[in-house]
């Protein structure tokens, strides 16, 4: 007993002699803590790395004097003398340090926060005058995301729409359709390469070349007024302050292609001109030669590896005058999807009950796409003195996409002729942009910046190919389906193209009244000129004599045009149009603080809309050119209340428009089976009040609590639907319905416990909108009727719940970075249906990723090599979209509920990417 008394006498002894050393390392000038930055004691052991947390630990520290030193890169090292006594417990020891500084003859830059940080993007949405969430490009590195797409799925309140392939294209904010969003890169608007609509493919944006990606929420009056659900503002890496290089390698595949080959085509020999462009007359007649088949011509690859590769170089020379940066990313993609379709037919029918949906075929379709994506990003800027600076951005981004669609045939087929089909498109997406701006101190209080914007957006789809084959199934003498020839259906080739060109200037005054006031005002001017291309043939497969023709290969295909006319191009076709735009704006803006707590920022903005077009209608159609114009005033008032000096409450509101689409303005007829598709002339652009209100707490480094609502007020939502033109014609189009609302609540959280965190967000939208539907039926007689109704139902695209949650784990002493991440969309309406109760709905989809990244020789918290690895789908979890209507289909695979008819089902599977990164 005596000796295990002294043991606990020794032990505790050595308990007491060891102490444990705890503090934060901020920025000096900010006060924010240096995620990253490490302490050291002199000639020992023991030493720790800031966490995410923002604070350091190092315990079993003996008693005893040492130099206690810390350091971050790009800051000054920092050092002092320390006594640890004898007493047990916890001694604090907090640093602050001071940025590198480079003292120049003309002009002085100081070091500044890493713009691309956690920290850095959380200050930013604290600083700003209005509602905005922002993700920075350390963020975005790590997570499993490619394109800017992709990343928008992790923003609040923000849900994306999906391509064939799976991929993110569009984004829908706070429940508002694409539509009612736009794109900037570095503040200024960018046209958008569709061929209909004016907002922008995110999926042509690769990731790695941003600086931070910020979707704001409210408008301010220096920002364009035409986005009601928000903007997405693209901030691209700047020129840094020393040299900066960086580059990343990696490759992988989809796990899709592991259980049916990848069927792609090759390019080379496509006609980017139809026949008759390169005669330049629509009165010649095509011959069948002029029609490559190189599109048509598949080859299988298993297992197709993708690459990816981005590059980018930046310096300050000239005595730190002159900065650039010069980025480059080159992605070559393969994905695909197997999908189960269900085709309706295009009426439903009266029986038994009102627009019962009729279903005419069940197929698989087989997607193969190659995907190659090109991104450079130029930044320059140069300092003449500290009063002026000129900067010259320059920007371009190229998506080619390949497209292989198989549909397999009819699966409710047993006995009889089965159809299969194949599909090639090949389209080019392109953006270009260049912007000169200046910023000047004019005096003391009066500045001005300003930029001269020249931009370009491009599509061409120059093979839209695609045939059909057609066998018959019958029965053997035991009942068994035998497989008979093939035989080859009608050929067609499509050409589309278009150009949306912009020329804008901006410029904008800020006169400082005050220390705590200013007043700014400014205005913009845009030309915009689009023009739109659309060329289609139909060559006959069947031989003279009229007998079918068995196919063996595309090549060996005898093609026609029968009749003769058909291989003369339809000079009349409402898709060929130009269009021109021009917008006029000006606004003036004040911005007050009061007792450092109350920040007003308000104003109004004056915008002037002048469109016309040109279409290639008959001259005798009405409204073969058109001309509109309108202008709208729109206010908007911002209020910000600090409560501390981590607590803002935010309120805001602003009025917002969304003009429609240069395509749903021309009324060129498309005859379906059932009724007609038409532009309209008539339709008038969208207004909305918004209002907002948030309460924020960024407690420390990259935490953060945001809660908030908002509310919108929609007049004139643009929504398709029937218009009685006459007693004979009805025609399906764009049209006003009255007024909409649109609210909801978003929650965001970060929370870090030093190598731990998780972070997320969730949203709940409700929108609600009346429209015309119509409804076939019978009378009292029996007849069939047809009426017209109206449907309150969610605006499409609106989920009512959103969420993303991520489990987070960053290592700063070894390197070691990963993240878990999950993300949520619930169900909404996929595609608005002309009649009553037959929309198609998504059903709401989860999706899980993983990725991590080990860096390598660390040195003074920073490090060059590093290792990472995206994992994508992790489950495997489809897209469903359903009908909401009893299912007579239940003995089909995949038919599983009898309360709603599964009409598609998208399987991706998972994809893998393994790389390296350097970065010094």
């Known amino acids: 007993m005596k000796y295990t008394l002294y043991l606990f006498l020794l032990l505790g002894s050595f308990t007491v002699q060891a102490a444990t050393l705890k503090g934060t390392i901020t920025d ?45 890169i790009s800051y000054q090292k920092t050092q002092k003398v320390i006594v640890v006594g004898n007493e047990l417990g916890v001694v604090i020891h907090n640093f602050a340090l001071a940025e590198s500084s480079h003292d120049l003859t003309e002009v002085i830059i100081t070091g500044h926060a890493d713009r691309e940080s956690d920290v850095s993007t959380r200050k930013t949405e604290q600083q700003a005058d209005n509602v905005l969430n922002i993700i920075g490009a350390k963020a975005i590195s790590l997570l499993p995301d490619i394109t800017v797409a992709n990343v928008l799925q992790r923003v609040s309140g923000v849900s994306i729409v999906r391509n064939s392939t799976g991929d993110g294209q569009f984004a829908v904010i706070r429940g508002m359709e694409r539509r009612y969003n736009y794109t900037l890169v570095n503040g200024i608007k960018i046209p958008s390469p569709d061929n209909k609509n004016r907002y922008v493919p995110m999926d042509i944006f690769p990731a790695d070349l941003l600086e931070r990606l910020e979707v704001v929420k409210a408008l301010t009056p220096n920002m364009e007024g035409d986005a009601i659900g928000g903007s997405m503002n693209m901030i691209m890496r700047s020129a840094p302050d020393y040299l900066v290089l960086s580059a990343t390698a990696s490759g992988g595949y989809s796990q899709l292609f592991s259980s049916q080959p990848f069927s792609g085509f090759s390019a080379k020999g496509i006609n980017f001109k139809s026949p008759s462009e390169v005669s330049g007359s629509n009165t010649t007649y095509a011959q069948p030669e002029e029609f490559s088949r190189q599109s048509l011509n598949y080859k299988n690859v298993s297992l197709p590896v993708n690459g990816l590769f981005s590059l980018s170089v930046g310096n300050r020379i000239f005595n730190h005058k002159l900065g650039f940066l010069l980025g480059g990313s080159y ?68 998506l080619d996409d390949k497209q292989h669609r198989t549909i397999l045939g009819d699966q409710l087929t047993a006995f009889g002729d089965v159809s299969t089909s194949e599909r090639s498109v090949f389209r080019r997406q392109n953006v270009y942009n260049g912007t000169l701006q200046g910023d000047h101190n004019l005096t003391d209080k009066l500045k001005l910046n300003w930029s001269a914007v020249y931009s370009q957006a491009k599509s061409q789809t120059p093979s839209w190919g695609s045939f059909g084959l057609t066998y018959r199934v019958e029965p053997d003498i035991n009942g068994n389906p035998v497989r008979g020839a093939e035989y080859i259906n009608s050929v067609s080739y499509i050409w589309t193209h278009n150009s949306d060109r912009d020329l804008a200037g901006y410029v904008n005054f800020i006169y400082t009244l005050a220390p705590n006031a200013e007043v700014s005002a400014g205005g913009l001017y845009r030309d915009k000129d689009r023009a739109n291309f659309y060329n289609d043939y139909s060559l006959a497969t069947v031989l003279t004599g009229g007998d079918r023709q068995v196919y063996t290969n595309i090549n060996n295909a005898i093609l026609s045009f029968r009749p003769i006319s058909t291989a003369l191009s339809d000079s009349a076709n409402g898709n060929n149009y130009t269009a021109k735009e021009q917008i006029a704006a000006g606004y003036i803006q004040g911005k007050v603080t009061l007792a450092d707590r109350w920040q007003f920022v308000g104003g109004v903005r004056v915008e002037n809309t002048n469109q016309t077009y040109l279409s290639a209608l008959p001259i005798t159609s009405a409204g073969k050119t058109g001309t509109i114009q309108y202008m709208d005033i729109l206010p908007s008032l911002h209020l910000k209340y600090m409560l501390s000096a981590r607590e803002n409450v935010r309120f805001s509101y602003f009025r917002g428009i969304s003009r429609p689409g240069f395509f749903e303005l021309v009324p060129a007829n498309f005859p379906g089976d059932f009724y007609t598709e038409s532009g309209n002339p008539y339709v008038k652009h969208t207004v909305a009040d918004n209002v907002d209100l948030r309460y924020e707490f960024f407690s420390r480094g990259s935490e953060q609590l945001l809660i908030g609502g908002f509310y919108k007020n ?37 929370k870090f416990f030093n190598n731990w965190g998780v972070s997320g967000n969730y949203t709940f939208t409700k929108s609600s909108i009346t429209t015309t539907k119509r409804i076939y039926s019978r009378d009292a007689s029996g007849s069939i009727i047809s009426t017209e109704g109206t449907q309150t139902r969610p605006l499409q695209g609106q989920s009512d719940h959103i969420a993303n949650l991520s489990l987070i784990y960053k290592n700063q002493k070894t390197g070691f970075d990963a993240q878990l991440a999950w993300v949520y969309t619930g ?49 495997n979890n489809p897209i469903i979209v359903e009908i909401l209507q009893p299912n007579s ?28 990164r350097y970065k010094r």
Request: charged share 15%; glycine share 10%; hydrophobic share 35%.
């Open 28 to 72: 000096a000038r900010t006060g924010e803590p240096l995620i990253g930055a490490t302490v050291m004691l002199a000639n020992t052991k023991f030493g720790g790395t800031v966490g995410l947390d923002g604070n350091y630990v190092i315990k079993g520290v003996p008693a005893g004097t040492y130099t206690f030193t810390a350091q971050y």
């Open 714 to 750: 929609i007049q004139n939502p643009i929504e398709y639907g029937f218009n009685v033109v006459s007693n004979v014609n009805t025609v399906y189009q764009p049209l006003n319905f009255g007024t909409a609302t649109n609210f909801g609540a978003e929650l965001v959280f970060a």
């Open 827 to 875: 169900k909404r309406i996929n595609i608005v249906s002309p009649f009553l109760g037959l929309d198609y709905w998504q059903r709401g989809t989860s999706q899980v990723d993983f990725s991590a990244e080990k860096r390598f020789g660390l040195k003074q918290g920073a490090s060059r090599f590093s290792i990472f690895v995206k994992l994508q789908n992790l489950l």
């Open 331 to 398: 992605q070559h993609t393969y994905r695909g999807s197997t999908t189960k379709f269900v085709g309706l037919n295009g009426q439903p029918s009266p029986d038994p009950k009102p627009n019962t949906p009729i279903f005419n075929s069940v197929d698989t379709r087989l997607n193969s796409n190659e995907l190659a994506r090109t991104g450079l990003n130029l930044k320059l800027d140069y300092a003449f003195n500290a009063n002026n600076k000129l900067s010259l951005y320059g920007l371009y981004m190229n």
């Open 889 to 916: 289909l239940t003995n089909l695979p995949d038919q599983t509920r009898t309360d709603r008819i599964l009409v598609q089902k998208d399987v991706f599977q998972q994809s893998y990417i393994l790389g390296f």
